[in-house]
């Protein structure tokens, strides 16, 4: 179940990932906010949750901000609940993911397997929300895509060499919980099974190039309004929440969340400047 234990690390998944043409480190520039709050100054950086190693080093401006800071904070540190959330992802004995799905949709399921070169068994005990997270990066992972190369993932660790502290603004059991509700909908299999990857080509691209307009625009494209209101305009209402707490700290935080998070009116930025905040754009 290894192919399981790779999808258990990125629970936090917006789904903004690609096998678009090979990236390297010079020509991503991220956009990035400088938050200012009672005389201190923090961070804003949105994240891709997979990457790749070519990726590496990121841009001095964003490197730079980062060593300037006290406290990372990050959606969720995956890596220590592997086997909470692995367990949490297996139907119980006895069943199988064929039994749960209808023919016309497990005979779908079938033959996308068949088209990654893998035999459906290999997911045959999983949930059907489970099977769809699985079916949303799949293609990625076999393009060479990696969780250990995602941005929040990195700076976890730079975080930890540097003995930095650390905060989860989520639980592993809130994002286990929204997947399954967000992909309890055998019609959103069917979806994943069917879309193609253009669109997710340009959303990382757009990331690339710090481009927030046009992100926004292919998310209310490609996420419908209620899906949007549970997977980014709640969660941002309850960070900035939180997030406003930790400013009143006077610790100097970079912020790393997924960058459908940072995009439009409901977006942590926006949301931060009207609870009080300033932030401004840095590139």
Do not use: C
């Amino acid at each position: 179940m290894k192919l399981v234990s790779h999808i258990t690390k990125m629970l936090s998944v917006v789904i903004l990932f690609s096998i678009a043409s090979l990236s390297y480190a010079q020509e991503i520039k991220p956009a990035l906010w400088k938050v200012e709050h009672q005389g201190t100054t923090s961070y804003l950086l949105g994240s891709i949750h997979i990457g790749k190693g070519d990726w590496y080093p990121l841009p001095d401006y964003i490197m730079d901000a980062f060593n300037n800071t006290e406290v990372l904070v990050v959606e969720l540190d995956g890596a220590q609940s592997t086997a909470a959330m692995t367990k949490q992802m297996m139907l119980p004995a006895g069943q199988t993911l064929q039994s749960k799905l209808s023919p016309k949709t497990y005979q779908k399921f079938d033959a996308y397997m068949k088209k990654m070169g893998m035999p459906v068994s290999t997911l045959a005990q999983l949930k059907p929300w489970a099977a769809a997270t699985v079916i949303a990066v799949l293609p990625y992972l076999r393009a060479g895509f990696d969780p250990q190369f995602g941005i929040d993932v990195q700076f976890i660790s730079r975080a930890k060499n540097k003995k930095m502290a650390v905060i989860e603004l989520e639980t592993v059991q809130f994002q286990i919980d929204l997947l399954s509700t967000l992909f309890s909908s055998e019609d959103m299999l069917v979806d994943l099974l069917e879309q193609p990857l253009e669109e997710s080509e340009k959303l990382i691209d757009f990331w690339k190039a710090g481009k927030i307009a046009e992100l926004e625009a292919l998310i209310e494209k490609q996420m419908p309004a209620d899906q949007r209101e549970v997977m980014l305009t709640a969660r941002n209402t309850r960070w900035v929440k939180q997030l406003t707490t930790m400013f009143n700290s006077k610790k100097a935080h970079f912020v790393v969340v997924g960058a459908a998070h940072l995009t439009g009116n409901d977006g942590v930025p926006a949301l931060l400047s009207k609870a009080g905040v300033k932030v401004t754009r840095l590139k």
